[in-house]
């Protein structure tokens, strides 16, 4: 079992940058892929960024390419994700995610979810 908890969500203008950081509970974080969604009002859930076990290899969404960077520490048991160049288009409730293996876009194969951490970047 894997509890996740998200902070670092906040309000932010358009060009501004926002650190978020995903703390997981349990000895076998090290060995869960780490994916982050995002989901906007009236949307689907969406893959952001995805990184694995060790931390060596790492995902990103075509929309978030060379302005978000995620990255892992597992020794502090959590997942960050930093974004810069903020956009308005960016504004989503953000989730970590956990699941065994490989990091996948597909939400549905992610076991476990943290609750979610607003962003909201102004224009």
């Known amino acids: 079992q894997v509890q996740l908890v998200e902070s670092g969500g906040g309000l932010v203008q358009a060009g501004g940058s926002l650190r978020l950081s995903c703390a997981a509970s349990g000895r076998t974080f090290s060995s869960y892929a780490m994916g982050w969604f995002r989901q906007a009002p009236g949307k689907e859930r969406e893959f952001v960024a995805g990184?694995?076990?060790?931390?060596?290899?790492?995902y990103y969404a075509d929309s978030v390419k060379g302005r978000f960077t995620t990255s892992r520490d597992n020794a502090k048991n959590t997942v960050y994700l930093q974004m810069n160049s903020l956009k308005p288009e960016d504004t989503a409730v953000y989730y970590c995610?956990?699941?065994?293996?490989?990091?996948?876009?597909?939400?549905?194969?992610?076991?476990?979810w943290g609750q979610g951490t607003q962003v909201t970047v102004s224009s």
């Open positions: 995610a956990a699941r065994k293996y490989q990091v996948t876009s597909t939400r549905d194969t992610y076991d476990y």
């Open positions: 990184v694995n076990w060790s931390g060596g290899s790492k």
